[in-house]
């Protein structure tokens, strides 16, 4: 494995160095450097300390793992590959995203999946272990969202105005109970056999990616969210 120190280097230098790189690299001593990884493709990259905004921006393929948190706009309009936070992460995660998955083990901040979009099988994933903050999924076009509230009692695990002029895609929320300020462009429903076997390769995916024990997650259900039939949003933005 290739390894790089990034003390003291800025985002272009670092980039510049990763680019040469082999397929499998380590970068080390990461403090705050931007667009880590943007457009990378063919590469595994492992990431330790904490990257600046959009990680894996454009990302085209290959992996990234980070062993702490990240910041803002990780997977900023990513195309495929997929991105592996073992911490938290900031706001708009995966931002415009239109392939590709983002799994974070802990809690995400507000406007995570804004704009995330669809195109036959270019079918994107985001999976929050832990809560997600307000405007979750906001205007979400496609793809799918999935939050399981690992931590969160009592309480819906999305904040404020989750699924704001979604027109496309899915949500699914593992809670003991619905938001109560579901905005009028989300129908809500306790999912389905159909709609559980749908995630299952997620969950599996998930539990495999942080060590954690599958059937945990079944002690409470699952809603899953679409866009309301009747929403003038999905006028507006499709064609069917």
Do not use: W
């Not at 280097?9 to 670092?14: G, M, Q, S």
């Not at 160095?17 to 397929?23: D, I, S």
């Not at 695990?157 to 109970?177: E, W």
């Amino acid at each position: 494995m290739n390894r790089i120190d990034a003390n003291g280097k800025d985002f272009r230098a670092l980039n510049e160095e990763l680019r040469k790189a082999g397929t499998d690299v380590r970068i080390e001593n990461c403090m705050g450097q931007r667009y880590l990884a943007a457009g990378m493709s063919g590469k595994n990259l492992a990431v330790q300390g904490t990257p600046g905004n959009a990680l894996g921006s454009y990302l085209n393929g290959g992996t990234i793992r980070v062993c702490g948190n990240v910041q803002d706009q990780t997977g900023d309009t990513m195309n495929a590959g997929t991105i592996v936070v073992d911490g938290s992460c900031g706001d708009a995660t995966g931002y415009s995203m239109r392939g590709g998955k983002i799994l974070v083990r802990g809690d995400a901040g507000y406007r995570v999946g804004i704009h995330m979009k669809a195109y036959r099988e270019q079918q994107p994933l985001i999976m929050v272990g832990g809560e997600a903050g307000s405007f979750l999924g906001e205007y979400q076009a496609g793809g799918t969202i999935i939050v399981l509230g690992i931590g969160c009692e009592g309480r819906a695990p999305v904040g404020r105005l989750c699924g704001t002029g979604m027109h496309g895609g899915k949500m699914f929320l593992r809670a003991a109970a619905l938001p109560a300020d579901l905005p009028p462009q989300v129908s809500a429903e306790q999912a389905g056999a159909e709609d559980m076997a749908e995630i299952d390769g997620y969950l599996d995916e998930f539990c495999t990616a942080f060590s954690f024990e599958k059937k945990s997650l079944f002690d409470r259900p699952f809603y899953v969210l679409r866009p309301n039939s009747s929403n003038p949003y999905k006028s507006l933005y499709t064609f069917n």
